[in-house]
């Protein structure tokens, strides 16, 4: 994992950083205790997971890429410095490496993302058989819209709505400036909508 | 409406809360009146929960990689910033900026208080720098110098002797 970016230096304020029982978690990995890793994937592997599968479309690459986040992180975690939340430095992480696997995937053939969709959904609460239909086709017209969209704008509309990271957060996560994370939130908001619409 | 722009600029913002209470009130103003912007925040909305609602069930990937984990003891932790991360703070528009403005600040303190000169002659530059603006500055007025008097020509200096003369009168006692 080539292109993988460390916790920026400039994050500020204690207030920011994990929590103190996920430090403990992250100073026990460091020192090689497994069960602290085994704590600390089950708290983050849907999340790994789903922004993987947000950013790829299919649930194959999203494993794959989730569980060698994993792994990289049991070799590198000592490169967490507990100066940014540990949570941002992941996401960091499982982003850059979905849009390695993306750029890699983009040399060897040239189809378009496949929405791999077998996959069974989180539950959601439907009131009648009526809402779950619907609930399904949305989700397919979404999941062509995200397929179709810029990978910047994909990666940014999932870590905002999906995880709901605040712009601080964002910009860490994408190593630019709250400013841009502004606009480039509203550029991508954009672009779905438009490619929703059509 | 003259300001749809403007407004969907923000809407984006708006709905995050990231707006400001004066900013928040403007959209919510014009949203109440417009049709395509209201449209517009209203499909934001919705492909906001689309997207919220997009979440599969997760396979056992934990189990798979706690398998796959080879022993290890302590890993050496990283106390220093690596040269990536030197080279991303150096290289950050804020970092610049502040570098910038240093260095402005430097040389505007080189100019006033040039240490190579006897030290009167700094307060001397000082005074002329900022007598400048009272007196005639073809820079600072759309009037030409040959429109003027005849006594406008020559530079005012009565500002400067003026300031000699409260100096005077403070430091006098
Ligand atoms: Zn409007």
Sequence with gaps: MEHVSIAPLYSRGADRLSNPIERELVRRCQDGDKQAMDALMRQYQHWVYNIAFGMLGN???????????????????????????????????????????????????????????????VPVDTASPESAVLLAEQREILQRALAKLKEDYRRILIL???????????????????????SRLYEARKALRKLILT | MMNHRRIQNQLSAYL???????????????????????????DFQQNRQWIAALEHEVPP????????????????????PSFDELRRWVFRPSTGA???????????????????????????????VHTEHVAYNPLRSNVTADSLGEDMKTPDTTAEDNTDFLLEVHLGD
């Excluded at chain 1, 990289?72 to 979905?98: A, M, P």
């Excluded at chain 1, 905002?160 to 502004?182: A, F, I, Q, T, W």
């Excluded at chain 2, 995050?16 to 209203?42: F, K, T, W, Y």
Aim: glycine letters at 4%.
């Design chain 2, 98 to 128: 502040a570098a910038a403005a240093v260095t402005v600040c430097l040389i505007v303190a080189f100019i006033y208080f040039n240490p190579t000169r006897p030290p009167e002659d700094a307060l001397d530059l000082y005074l002329t």
């Design chain 2, 16 to 42: 995050d809360s990231e707006l400001n209470p004066e900013e928040r009130a403007v959209v919510e103003a014009h949203l109440s009146i417009c049709d395509a912007c209201a449209q517009m925040m209203g």
């Design chain 1, 59 to 121: 649930p194959e690459d999203a494993s794959d890429v989730a569980q060698d986040v994993f792994l990289w992180l049991w070799e590198n975690i000592g490169q967490f410095q507990f100066r940014s939340r540990f949570s941002t430095w992941l996401y960091r992480i499982v982003t850059n490496r979905c849009l390695n696997v993306k750029d890699r995937n983009k040399r060897h053939h040239t189809e378009p993302m496949e929405i791999l969709d077998s996959q069974p959904w």
């Design chain 2, 61 to 80: 990937i934990a189990d798979r990689v706690l398998a796959q984990l080879p022993d290890r003891g302590p890993v050496r932790r990283q106390f220093f």
């Design chain 1, 160 to 182: 905002r709505e999906m995880r709901n990271l605040s712009y601080d957060e964002l910009s860490e996560v994408l190593g630019c400036s709250v400013g841009r994370v502004k």
